[in-house]
């Protein structure tokens, strides 16, 4: 192993290049700029290609048709440009292109705080395009060498679902600074539980058949196969319909080729959990590093708590909040969007932290455990108490 | 058509369900007899195309390999797939007036500035006919579209002194040409020479609609009348001021001027690799 010292955004960029990424697209964007940066010199180093498109939305077009010329390929925003490839991301979940995307989240809406951490695109990862009739692969690192497996990890999910996986980071993942060991070599690689899943071509003409089966090579042009592919809804043949039977079909594989082969994508860490606690908080990406600590802090203080950290976002755990407890979701938003779901998969009490572009401390965590155990309100945050 | 059509398209796309007297046909066959002269086989090109009565009746008639965009980023699409595809592959993409001119003109022009090869033909037949008879960019200032219903206030490409082959040209293309789909062999050779081109070609072509432009904007569903007010558009009679007027025939060539996109990533991707790189 090679062990790097740098950032979130050099990780993911050393990760694509394990992967076998052949073409990076993006528009400069803060805090997601120097994924872009590195790729720009990293991937001609790498024999891969650096483009820089003219908007997020050419740039995620353009790893589309890098996808469709048989590459690998990768692109990396945040919100303000998640937003633009709700076109393309619908065109590559619907042809079914395998490729990378990642989200370095700040504080919005639209512009917001450029350089603080936010996490306000759970559910935009969710439904990233208009239509419905899909589901989507969403990973959240909280580290950067998890923003390194992670990124190995969405190229290999990508490759085997046939669809654009989002890796959902924030902006203290990718900018933060930490050690991160990267492999030299396939045994090494595996060590990681790591796989590099290598492009192959579609033989034929026709397009997908109508079930649930991944690792089916995607479409690949310009290989003389009379492929076809397009936002139509497509026949097996390859084929443009306006037929709701065959769409019925199409939205059918778009959804169980995930749902059936879920466990390739869900992934979660928990801790105290085997205590049965009655506070359990839950999170993802940054927060739950403070999260972490503040449950070691209050258990050692002889509190009945554990917590559950998502490292997959989509499709949703729903199972892991069947205990009864009282569920604290911590967030980095002040609206509580994991929070929204979690209340729909649990049948317990659900509570909600948050706040805009500030973790909370591990003291304020530990407190709110305390007062949710005596069945006291929750204290308002620091903000909250300025605000008022 | 028949022999082009058995040669070089799929059965099941033909007959198009365009409209009758619909001038796109003619685009698309004058597009295989270019194909036909350049010596092109099904596994050399690769076809694209846009949204709208263009995107949709060309999409996947061509029996090699297909491709269909998002409203106005087929020219993004077609970046991303020149930089993955062998130099001798050709990419053609079939695209309408919205399309390319509206929607996807920001993506056009950067795909002509980067000299990308590919092939645009930008089949022109002056608004949204596909969503029923809206005015676009081409549209000549005072008709009267199902969105203009008192006559289209705002300019478009094609009148005081504008003419969007000449901000293509500004932009970097290395080969434009204007044709009717009236015109015979020279718009042929025309495509010929744009299929020709390594870097980026437009070639723009006019064409009728009967059932919206020509029912509403020139009030006649009769082909004859229709196809006589085209072909005073291209006349040298209607000059600027007199009507709408624009020329035909090839605006620019410049072939092999400027290093075409994809090849020039490849050969600099292979500098810096090697160390053979100069900073400019």
Request: charged residues 20%.
């Amino acid at each position: 192993m090679k062990t790097y010292f740098d950032t979130g955004n050099a990780a993911m960029v050393e990760a694509a290049v394990i992967a076998g990424c052949g073409l990076f697209s993006g528009y400069p964007i803060t805090p997601a700029t120097e994924i872009a940066e590195h790729m720009s010199r990293r991937m001609p180093l790498a024999g891969g290609m650096y483009i820089q498109a003219e908007d997020e939305t050419a740039a995620l077009h353009i790893c589309i048709g890098g996808a469709l010329g048989g590459l690998k390929t990768m692109t990396a925003t945040s919100g303000p440009g998640y937003v633009l490839y709700a076109d393309p991301y619908g065109w590559a979940i619907s042809a079914e292109v395998p490729l990378v995307i990642v989200n370095a989240q700040r504080v919005g809406p639209v512009s917001g705080i450029t350089g603080a951490p936010g996490q306000g695109e759970f559910y935009l990862s969710r439904y990233p395009t208009h239509g419905g009739n899909f589901e989507t692969v969403v990973l959240a690192p909280n580290s950067v060498q998890e923003a390194f497996t992670m990124t190995v990890q969405a190229f290999a999910l990508a490759e085997r679902f046939r669809t654009p996986v989002t890796v959902l980071a924030d902006q203290l993942v990718t900018d933060g600074y930490a050690s991160f060991s990267v492999p030299e070599n396939d045994e090494e690689l595996r060590a990681l539980g790591l796989r590099v899943v290598p492009r192959r071509a579609h033989p034929g003409p026709d397009f997908y058949p109508a079930c649930d089966d991944i690792d089916i090579p995607p479409v690949v042009l310009g290989r003389g196969t009379g492929a076809a592919c397009s936002d139509w809804t497509p026949t097996e043949e390859g084929y443009d319909t306006e037929d709701t039977v065959e769409h019925m079909r199409h939205a059918r594989r778009l959804i169980y080729k995930i749902l059936a082969h879920r466990e390739l994508v869900d992934r979660y860490e928990t801790c105290g959990m085997e205590n049965d606690p009655d506070i359990v908080l839950v999170s993802y990406g940054s927060p739950s590093r403070v999260v972490l600590g503040a449950v070691k802090e209050a258990r050692r203080q002889g509190l009945s708590a554990g917590c559950i950290r998502l490292q997959s976002l989509w499709p949703f755990q729903d199972e892991l909040f069947r205990r009864k407890a009282d569920y604290l979701v911590v967030e980095l938003n002040a609206d509580g969007q994991l929070a929204r779901e979690v209340e729909r998969a649990a049948r317990y009490p659900v509570h909600f932290m948050g706040a805009c572009g500030e973790l909370p401390s591990a003291a304020e965590l530990v407190e709110a455990i305390r007062r949710l155990e005596r069945g006291e309100e929750l204290p308002p945050s620091t903000d909250e108490r300025e605000i008022r | 058509m028949d022999y082009l059509a058995e040669r070089y398209l799929r059965p099941r796309k033909i007959p198009s369900t365009a409209c009758s007297g619909c001038g796109l046909g003619q685009v698309h066959k004058k597009i295989l007899l270019a194909v036909e002269q350049s010596g092109i086989g099904t596994d050399d090109l690769v076809w694209g195309t846009g949204i709208g009565c263009t995107g949709r009746q060309t999409f996947n008639t061509w029996k090699g390999d297909n491709f269909a965009g998002t409203h106005g980023r087929v020219y993004a699409m077609a970046v991303g797939l020149r930089a993955a595809l062998p130099e001798e592959k050709k990419i053609l993409l079939t695209v309408g007036d919205g399309d390319a001119f509206g929607i996807g003109l920001s993506h056009l022009l950067h795909c002509a500035r980067r000299n990308v090869g590919v092939t645009v033909i930008a089949a022109d037949n002056f608004g949204y006919q596909s969503t029923g008879g809206q005015y676009g960019y081409t549209t000549p200032q005072g008709f009267v579209t199902d969105s203009s219903p008192y006559g289209t206030r705002e300019p478009g490409w094609l009148q005081d002194g504008a003419d969007i082959l000449d901000i293509l040209k500004s932009a970097g293309a290395t080969f434009l040409a204007r044709h009717s789909s009236f015109e015979g062999q020279k718009a042929v050779d025309s495509i010929e020479k744009a299929l020709d081109n390594k870097g980026f070609s437009l070639v723009h072509f006019i064409y009728p609609c009967v059932t919206h432009f020509g029912a509403v904007g020139l009030n006649s569903r009769d082909n004859g009348k229709i196809v006589r007010w085209f072909e005073e558009l291209f006349s040298a009679k209607n000059r600027p001021g007199r009507g709408p007027h624009v020329t035909s025939g090839i605006t620019h060539d410049a072939r092999g001027s400027r290093p075409e996109f994809a090849a020039a990533l490849r050969s600099r991707t292979r500098e810096i690799r090697e160390g053979r790189h100069v900073q400019a």
